[in-house]
């Protein structure tokens, strides 16, 4: 937070999750992977029992939007700690647009990871709409993740009711965002994952 928002926490909004924070869905189940300590050998572990012995993971940072380039330069960073192989690449905006359309290996112009910020539009504000957790291959953002497990329910842009007092839809993505938070299709977005699940 602080390359992005400075060291005034007045200016910080940390600690959300997947669903804005105000939005009817908003709960923070999970998030105490990011609030945790880290423990880069225990992870370094856990990507050795995946199966990750090394292999080159592309990740692009564009250079003129500073939030989003300081974040991926932090992200990089904790990769690196992680014991993982990071190829750096940084490039304007526009150039990483295109690039994230492509579906190859990294040898063919292809990628592994990019970061990003969530913000509170409508899309985000629901499951069926919020493209930064939508598993469904081709059909989700750059990265095609896909996995049933995760996939929400429902109809696209279909809105579940916001009701937690009667066990309505807040409690399943609470749980859903819990299942999300720890599974490696969200570690390892892009082109062919180097590494399997985690």
Known sequence: ????????????????????????????????VLRGLRDYAAVQRALARAGYN????VVFAPTDV??????????????????????????ELVAALRR?????TSEEGGWNA???????????????GNYWIRADGLAAWDGWPTSPRIEPRGPPGSMPPASTSSGGSAPNCRCSRGRMCP????????????????
């Open 1 to 32: 937070m602080t390359a992005v928002a400075g060291t005034d926490r007045t200016f910080w909004q940390d600690g959300i999750g997947l669903f804005g924070a105000g939005t009817p869905l908003a709960n923070d189940a999970g998030i105490e």
């Open 54 to 57: 090394g292999e080159k993971v």
């Open 66 to 91: 500073q939030p989003i380039h300081l974040l991926s330069l932090v992200g990089v960073d904790q990769l690196r700690r992680a014991g993982m192989n990071v190829d750096l690449q940084e490039m």
């Open 100 to 104: 994230r359309q492509n579906r190859g």
């Open 114 to 128: 990019f970061f990003g910020l969530i913000d509170r539009s409508a899309p985000s504000t629901n499951p069926y």
């Open 183 to 198: 599974t490696s299709q969200w570690a390892n977005i892009g082109n062919p994952p180097p590494i399997g699940k985690i």
